[in-house]
């Protein structure tokens, strides 16, 4: 165990923002592209895998998963994760909330639609800033750091990373 556990954490990277871990991934095509980004470009790389390979579970509303036991680090282990339900075919969008009270108002609102009008979720979500966790075939994405407040120019510059698509 000790063994895999280093060898996990030798393909993950951190930082106080966030953490990425690339998981192996047989049959994965990287696919470079570029976007435009005001009067510059911006090069990318989106790894892709056949259709049948990269789908995720596509939940469809809030959903609790339960503590993070698959978290890069400890200290989020036993946190609780909650799928956005948002359909995604090639990654599960989740949140990780370790505040009590947020858990439990989370707790309400699941199997419902995150935008629905009768849904709090958004607001629950917004208030607690919890972490962003996205998971694919290819690997893990968690986002450390606050929700920032919309308008403000945090906002306009953080890009919620995407990865492993079916191409």
Request: glycine share 4%; charged share 25%; aromatic share 4%.
């Amino acid at each position: 165990m000790m063994n895999r556990r280093r060898s996990i954490l030798r393909r993950c990277r951190r930082s106080r923002r966030g953490a990425a871990f690339g998981a192996p991934c047989a049959g994965v095509r990287p696919v470079a592209f570029e976007t435009a980004a005001g009067s510059s470009w911006n090069q990318n790389v989106a790894l892709c895998l056949p259709l049948d390979k990269a789908v995720m579970h596509r939940r469809a509303s809030l959903t609790e998963i339960g503590p993070d036991a698959e978290a890069l680090r400890d200290e989020d282990k036993q946190s609780v994760l909650f799928d956005l339900g948002l359909e995604i075919p090639h990654v599960d969008a989740l949140i990780r909330v370790r505040a009590t009270a947020a858990t439990e108002q989370l707790r309400a609102q699941t199997e419902k639609n995150v935008f629905a009008p009768d849904s709090s979720a958004m607001r629950i979500i917004l208030a607690a800033h919890p972490h962003r966790v996205f998971i694919s075939r290819c690997g893990r994405v968690e986002v450390y750091q606050p929700i920032p407040a919309a308008r403000t120019a945090v906002a306009r510059k953080v890009r919620t990373p995407m990865f492993c698509r079916s191409c």
